[in-house]
């Protein structure tokens, strides 16, 4: 459970981090509740996963999770470039985390 936990703690990062761009799109209250909301919980769920994952591993493969979605939303949402070497990097990120699971 403590990886399921991990994963939704970096799907709300993800959210979070689009919530930031609405919020400076659109200044609103909707805006902003729906910022803390999502860093409210993946704030939460980290620390749920943390109470049996090691530390170093939960804060790395949520910060990969975190930084990949990110980058990807970008990409799909936004128009930010799509470029080979910029997948390949966002794919070692990724396995960098899945590694991480494999060895813990």
Known sequence: MDW???????????????MINKLNKDRNLVSFLLLVAGFGL???FLSFAMATLP????????????ASGGAILG?????????????????MVLGSAVGLKLVS
């Open 4 to 18: 399921v936990f991990l994963i939704l703690a970096g799907i709300f990062e993800m959210f979070g981090v689009l």
């Open 42 to 44: 993946s704030f939460l």
């Open 55 to 66: 530390m170093g591993t939960a804060y790395a493969v949520w910060t990969g999770i975190g």
């Open 75 to 91: 990409m799909i949402f936004y128009g930010e470039p799509r470029n080979v070497l910029r997948i390949v990097f966002i794919a």
